[in-house]
């Protein structure tokens, strides 16, 4: 393996802060600082100087041309390259990078989902710089990242919402901070790291299994004779090809000034892990976007290939994404760190109730914002938490929580000023972070949420979440705003305590996986949404896109769009299942199977022609079974052929997820126990794809 020169080589494809602070003269560089932090405007002319030194420093490093790189609502990144030639009359070019081409692109926003918001005759969309998110060089293009929007300015992607969410949440944490005494804080950045899982497997072998191609996880395949079930690939040594291959991967996102930091094995055999170090939301976004490309040409290189779909094989555990999720002051506070003193103390009590609020009143939108026909095969199963939305606290802050709910926390100490600090221990990490079994945890100085899968976008739980804590905390304000100082220990006290006691169902530190909590949160009163389509309409309910309207994250018509879009993603990839599973047993499967019927057949024949004593039981046997099988996989696949083109008939996307969820994946399944039960006997050489076998255990 070749080792490089980290310190000298991180970020060096980054037009980080220090290119800026270094090329760009003083007031410009200033100007384009505040314009990053606040989301203002940039003059013409700044634009200008920023374009034309982003350009030198682009072709220095090789780039021959720009992309406005967005993030449409397909969850995926979409790219256009211009280069950035310009002819001159005597047949040479020069390299040219006007303010205006970084500010504003406007690409034909057509062909991308726009689920209602762009009328047909207006096709054009427009992108917009996001200073805030560095610009970087990828494969001789520099790379910058940009908001999507459509011309009456509705938002066409997940940057946007996005960007707009921190931003509410910065308004609203600012106003309670500066009430409860923190007057130097002016803004508050949300800070994510997302944990990325994904599988690696033979290039080879997944290039002759269609459904990895089609659909990115295996429709079809019966369990080998080994699984997960030794433990013995967690955390195990790295097989030297998979090493090499992390190392590779590590160097590329270092350039690219993504901060990898863990890797290991994961649960599944051939499951990995890769963790970076937290960032500012949207960057860590953009970043855990462009980690999933490199895991991907990385893995290509190797002669692997990197699946990232949430459920790849069935019988082991899948792949999901843990959000890791904090508030971070403008003074460098951690707001859900306890802190040292009665005052941080304080500040992370608030943030902890908020969140508590938030998660509670909007679990619904929370599980939304997880929501796709990938994630459904995790949710629930046992490996990954279930679809019930709960909070995990551990049971110091359980304590902590109790005797606040009890009003015994505060009047122990027997102060004037609140005597929190006395009460609130050092929450100790690794004490909080051991129930794998909770969608929401508190894991020491921030909130995991655990129910993403590994292929989404992040933005979309972020963007929930941020918008729901803000909402709470605009709450908590108004509630307090008008109490006179030396009444505000109490009103808070009062407030953190009105706060638990109504929302302290949503809190639940036992084991997630037992059937016996599902019973008690329904009890409890929480949402049980098992599937996206019992998810995704809550959106639409008048609180949610109230709360999604007051803070400016989303207009009615741009909820409605996501609406429309997550239904129609959701019927689109069952259909594509559906078709592909079709194909593959009909054309691939069923020859496999005649061929080897035909051969067990003509064998047993020559034998009774030779010796016609002979019992040929075991070939009988073979016989009878598969021929049983071919008549079980007969009817199911043309049960699934009818049902899907009765699926293609339904106009109305909400009606066709719940026909997609509850007839076509149950024909799937079926149609897969036949082709399994089959495929167990057949020998390889007969099948017309590779084995979980060969898959999962060939690396
Ligand atoms: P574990 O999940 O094993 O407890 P860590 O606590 O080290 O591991 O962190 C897991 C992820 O959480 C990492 O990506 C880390 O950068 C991120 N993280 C740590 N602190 C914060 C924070 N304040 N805000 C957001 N993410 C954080
Ligand atoms: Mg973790």
Same mark, same amino acid.
């Given at each position: 393996m070749e080792s490089i020169n980290v310190p000298e080589t991180y970020g060096s494809l980054v037009f980080s802060d220090t290119v800026m602070k270094e090329r760009l003269p003083k007031d410009v560089y200033k100007t384009v600082s505040k314009c990053a932090t606040t989301g203002t405007h940039l003059e013409a002319d700044v634009a200008n100087t920023v374009a034309a030194v982003m350009k030198n420093w682009a072709v220095e490093h090789g780039a021959t041309h720009y992309t406005h790189w967005f993030q449409p609502m397909t969850g995926l990144t979409a790219e256009k390259h211009d280069s950035f030639i310009d002819p001159c009359p005597n047949g040479t070019v020069i390299m040219e990078f006007s303010g205006k081409e970084l500010i504003k692109g406007e690409p034909d926003?057509?062909?991308?989902?726009s689920g209602g918001l762009r *009328?047909?005759? +207006?096709?054009r969309g427009y992108t917009a710089w996001d200073p805030s998110s560095p610009a970087f060089i990828k494969d001789g293009t520099l790379y910058i990242p940009t908001a999507f929007c459509s011309y009456?300015?509705?938002?066409?992607?997940? !940057?946007t919402p996005l960007l707009r969410s921190m931003d509410a949440l910065s308004k609203q944490a600012v106003k309670i901070l500066n009430l409860l %005494? *923190?007057? @130097?804080?002016t803004h508050v950045d949300t800070t994510v790291g997302a944990e990325q899982e994904y599988f690696l497997i033979d290039k080879d072998l997944y290039l002759k299994r269609k459904d990895l191609l089609m659909?990115? &996880?295996?429709?079809l395949g019966a369990a080998a004779p080994?699984?997960?079930? #030794?433990? @013995? $690939?967690?955390?195990g040594v790295l097989k030297p090809k998979v090493s090499s291959y992390m190392h590779d991967l590590d160097q590329e996102l270092w350039k690219l000034g993504v901060p990898a930091k863990t890797k290991h094995n994961e649960v599944a055999p051939s499951q990995h892990e890769l963790a970076p170090v937290f960032e500012t939301a949207n960057v860590a976004v953009d970043h855990n976007q462009l980690t999933m490309e490199i895991m991907k040409k990385v893995a290509d290189k190797h002669n692997f290939a990197c699946l990232l779909h949430e459920?790849?094989? +069935?019988g082991v555990n899948g792949s999901g994404k843990h959000n890791n999720w904090s508030i971070v002051t403008n003074? %460098?506070?951690?707001?859900?760190d306890p802190g040292k003193t009665p005052d941080q103390n304080t500040y992370f009590l608030v943030f902890l109730l908020a969140t508590i609020a938030a998660v509670d009143e909007y679990q619904d939108l929370m599980r939304a914002s997880v929501a796709t026909a990938g994630n459904d095969h995790r949710l %629930?199963? =046992? +490996? *990954?938490?279930? *679809?019930v939305i709960s909070i995990f606290v551990g049971d110091e802050l359980a304590k902590v929580l109790k005797s606040i709910e009890n009003g015994t926390a505060f009047k122990?100490?027997?102060?004037?000023? #609140?005597g929190l600090a006395n009460v /609130?221990? $050092?929450?100790?990490q690794d004490t909080t972070d051991? =129930? &794998?079994?909770?969608?929401?945890?508190?894991t020491g100085n921030k909130f995991e949420f655990? #129910?993403? %899968?590994?292929?989404?976008?992040v933005a979309d739980p972020n963007i929930v979440l941020n918008t729901a804590v803000a909402e709470e905390l605009s709450k908590f304000y108004e509630q307090l705003k008008d109490v006179p100082a030396d009444q505000l220990d109490d009103a808070i006290t009062e407030l953190l305590k009105k706060t638990l006691d109504d929302h302290?169902?949503?809190?639940f530190n036992g084991n997630g996986y037992t059937d016996e909590w599902i019973e008690e949160a329904e009890k409890r009163g /929480? +949402?049980? /949404?098992?599937a996206l389509p019992d998810a995704i309409?809550?959106?639409? !309910?008048d609180k949610n896109v109230a709360l999604f309207e007051k803070h400016a994250i989303f207009t009615k018509a741009e909820v409605e769009s996501r609406y429309e879009i997550f239904l129609e993603n959701y019927n689109k990839t069952i259909h594509i299942e559906s078709l592909t599973m079709q194909e593959m047993v009909r054309k691939d499967f069923t020859a496999g199977l005649i061929a080897y019927i035909k051969d067990v057949t003509c064998e047993a024949l020559k034998k009774k022609q030779l010796?016609? @004593?002979?019992?040929?039981s075991y070939e009988e046997k073979i016989i009878k079974t598969l021929d049983e099988a071919e008549d079980v996989i007969n009817t199911a696949l043309e049960k699934l052929a009818e049902d899907t083109k009765k699926a293609e008939e339904i106009s109305d996307e909400a009606e066709a997820s719940r026909f997609y969820h509850e007839t076509i994946l149950t024909d799937m399944e079926e149609l897969r126990k036949g082709v399994d039960s089959a495929e167990a006997i057949i020998p390889e050489n007969y099948l017309p794809y590779p084995t979980y076998g060969e898959m999962l255990f060939s690396l």
């Amino acid at each position: 393996m070749e080792s490089i020169n980290v310190p000298e080589t991180y970020g060096s494809l980054v037009f980080s802060d220090t290119v800026m602070k270094e090329r760009l003269p003083k007031d410009v560089y200033k100007t384009v600082s505040k314009c990053a932090t606040t989301g203002t405007h940039l003059e013409a002319d700044v634009a200008n100087t920023v374009a034309a030194v982003m350009k030198n420093w682009a072709v220095e490093h090789g780039a021959t041309h720009y992309t406005h790189w967005f993030q449409p609502m397909t969850g995926l990144t979409a790219e256009k390259h211009d280069s950035f030639i310009d002819p001159c009359p005597n047949g040479t070019v020069i390299m040219e990078f006007s303010g205006k081409e970084l500010i504003k692109g406007e690409p034909d926003a057509s062909s991308f989902p726009s689920g209602g918001l762009r *009328a047909t005759f +207006e096709a054009r969309g427009y992108t917009a710089w996001d200073p805030s998110s560095p610009a970087f060089i990828k494969d001789g293009t520099l790379y910058i990242p940009t908001a999507f929007c459509s011309y009456g300015g509705e938002a066409l992607d997940k !940057k946007t919402p996005l960007l707009r969410s921190m931003d509410a949440l910065s308004k609203q944490a600012v106003k309670i901070l500066n009430l409860l %005494g *923190a007057k @130097d804080v002016t803004h508050v950045d949300t800070t994510v790291g997302a944990e990325q899982e994904y599988f690696l497997i033979d290039k080879d072998l997944y290039l002759k299994r269609k459904d990895l191609l089609m659909t990115g &996880r295996t429709l079809l395949g019966a369990a080998a004779p080994k699984g997960q079930e #030794m433990e @013995d $690939h967690y955390f195990g040594v790295l097989k030297p090809k998979v090493s090499s291959y992390m190392h590779d991967l590590d160097q590329e996102l270092w350039k690219l000034g993504v901060p990898a930091k863990t890797k290991h094995n994961e649960v599944a055999p051939s499951q990995h892990e890769l963790a970076p170090v937290f960032e500012t939301a949207n960057v860590a976004v953009d970043h855990n976007q462009l980690t999933m490309e490199i895991m991907k040409k990385v893995a290509d290189k190797h002669n692997f290939a990197c699946l990232l779909h949430e459920k790849p094989f +069935e019988g082991v555990n899948g792949s999901g994404k843990h959000n890791n999720w904090s508030i971070v002051t403008n003074t %460098g506070i951690n707001l859900l760190d306890p802190g040292k003193t009665p005052d941080q103390n304080t500040y992370f009590l608030v943030f902890l109730l908020a969140t508590i609020a938030a998660v509670d009143e909007y679990q619904d939108l929370m599980r939304a914002s997880v929501a796709t026909a990938g994630n459904d095969h995790r949710l %629930g199963a =046992n +490996e *990954a938490p279930p *679809a019930v939305i709960s909070i995990f606290v551990g049971d110091e802050l359980a304590k902590v929580l109790k005797s606040i709910e009890n009003g015994t926390a505060f009047k122990s100490t027997g102060k004037t000023e #609140m005597g929190l600090a006395n009460v /609130l221990p $050092h929450i100790l990490q690794d004490t909080t972070d051991r =129930n &794998r079994t909770s969608p929401f945890a508190f894991t020491g100085n921030k909130f995991e949420f655990r #129910m993403p %899968g590994s292929s989404l976008s992040v933005a979309d739980p972020n963007i929930v979440l941020n918008t729901a804590v803000a909402e709470e905390l605009s709450k908590f304000y108004e509630q307090l705003k008008d109490v006179p100082a030396d009444q505000l220990d109490d009103a808070i006290t009062e407030l953190l305590k009105k706060t638990l006691d109504d929302h302290k169902r949503i809190l639940f530190n036992g084991n997630g996986y037992t059937d016996e909590w599902i019973e008690e949160a329904e009890k409890r009163g /929480l +949402e049980n /949404l098992k599937a996206l389509p019992d998810a995704i309409p809550t959106l639409l !309910k008048d609180k949610n896109v109230a709360l999604f309207e007051k803070h400016a994250i989303f207009t009615k018509a741009e909820v409605e769009s996501r609406y429309e879009i997550f239904l129609e993603n959701y019927n689109k990839t069952i259909h594509i299942e559906s078709l592909t599973m079709q194909e593959m047993v009909r054309k691939d499967f069923t020859a496999g199977l005649i061929a080897y019927i035909k051969d067990v057949t003509c064998e047993a024949l020559k034998k009774k022609q030779l010796f016609p @004593d002979l019992k040929v039981s075991y070939e009988e046997k073979i016989i009878k079974t598969l021929d049983e099988a071919e008549d079980v996989i007969n009817t199911a696949l043309e049960k699934l052929a009818e049902d899907t083109k009765k699926a293609e008939e339904i106009s109305d996307e909400a009606e066709a997820s719940r026909f997609y969820h509850e007839t076509i994946l149950t024909d799937m399944e079926e149609l897969r126990k036949g082709v399994d039960s089959a495929e167990a006997i057949i020998p390889e050489n007969y099948l017309p794809y590779p084995t979980y076998g060969e898959m999962l255990f060939s690396l």
